[in-house]
């Protein structure tokens, strides 16, 4: 049977994906969903108002928020970013909001925080969810009073800084819980701009599969041509928990590993899907059972990622390490 190939004609090296919205280049995908997002985008872009990105890991959060830097009149200022969940806690503050010098032990020297870095331009505030309660009421205050305080300085800094704010975490359920202030929920929530998961978006599925190629192909110099029908069908019947993501590194890892002109198959865990076979049958590849003992390991600690007792000391990891590897697993919070 003749195999399907998707692109023939110059193959990948000339393939280039469709017309591109101005602004969202990079962007791959046609699906209303993904298209009511930029629509949505293109109008709040110019305002100053802050903006709460919300989605699944993996769907693009950061690739957005900085598409709508890039669309607002702030452009050629800075765009700033900080990873609420990539840095302890115990210096988030003084990583947003800088110190003087001699402010704590360990402060040998003033430091500029991000929000003064980004004067006039934008904060993009990663995984907000993750930020400590107390930080919570300092950022209100940022927010409310458009001024920060340097840990261990007397004067507040007036400042100009449009924030945005993006997390995978259901902030709703956060606030109920306790974990995350109601106040500061609605200073965020006044424009949310969420993203659809993939499974949502299945019609974007192919251009992503293509645009990826195109790009590891280049990067390892290999010439793969298309995916056959066999990897396309399972492509289209599996539900992508971890996303674009785990889509990008799955066809990374194909486009490294095929053994002819086209991807003839397409290895995606059907453990990871709705409706998946019966477990007891199965045999664990290694990534699987790492993943199965993380996510046990994180179930005992309540999703506590950091601290005394939380998963990545039981792991033995740094907690930055961890976090990417449940990024490269496709673990998600609620798992
Ligand atoms: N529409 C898209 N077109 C092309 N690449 C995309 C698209 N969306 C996401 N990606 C790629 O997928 C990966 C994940 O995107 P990104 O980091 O923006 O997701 P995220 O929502 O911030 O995830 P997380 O919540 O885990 O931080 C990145 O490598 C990004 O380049
Ligand atoms: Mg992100």
């Known amino acids: 049977m003749k195999e399907k190939v998707l692109i023939v004609e110059g193959g990948y090296a000339e393939h280039r994906p469709g017309p591109v919205m101005p602004g969202f280049e990079g962007i791959i995908g046609k699906s209303h969903l993904l298209l009511n997002v930029f629509d949505n985008i293109i109008q709040v872009a110019p305002t100053d108002t802050s903006i709460l990105i919300l989605g699944e890991s993996g769907t693009g959060k950061e690739m957005i928020a900085g598409c709508i830097h890039k669309l607002s009149l702030r452009k050629d200022q800075r765009f700033v970013k900080l990873n609420c969940a990539a840095i302890p806690p115990t210096l988030i503050e003084s990583e947003l909001f800088g110190h003087e010098k001699g402010a704590f032990t360990g402060a040998f020297d003033k430091r500029i925080g991000r929000f003064e870095q980004a004067a006039k331009g934008t904060i993009f505030l ?13 950022l209100l205050h940022v927010l409310q009073d458009k001024e920060v305080d340097r840990i261990g300085s007397k004067a507040p800094v007036k400042i100009d800084v449009r924030v945005i704010a993006a997390t995978n975490r259901n902030l709703e359920k956060e606030v109920a819980d306790g974990r995350f202030r109601l106040d500061l929920y609605y200073r965020l929530n006044v424009i949310p701009i969420t993203l659809p998961p993939l499974r949502d978006r299945k019609e974007d599925i192919i251009d992503l599969a293509e645009y990826f190629i195109d790009r ?4 390892s110099g290999r010439k793969i041509a298309g995916l056959s029908d066999r990897a396309i069908k399972s492509m289209m019947a ?9 889509l990008e590194h799955m066809i990374e890892r194909c486009v490294l590993l095929a053994k002819g002109p086209i991807i003839e198959d397409i290895p995606v865990n059907p453990k990871n899907d709705q409706g998946a076979g019966n477990p007891e049958t199965q045999i664990k590849t290694i990534q699987e059972n790492e993943r199965d003992h993380i996510i046990a390991v994180l179930r005992k600690c309540n999703g506590k990622i950091w601290g005394p007792g939380a998963a990545a000391e039981i792991l033995n990891l740094p907690p930055t390490t961890l976090r990417s590897k449940m990024k490269k697993l496709g673990i998600q919070k609620g798992y």
């Open 126 to 138: 990663d995984e907000i969810g993750e930020m400590p309660l107390e930080l919570q009421a300092k």
């Open 216 to 219: 590891y192909n280049r990067k």
């Open 238 to 246: 599996y539900h992508w928990p971890g996303n674009i993501r785990e």
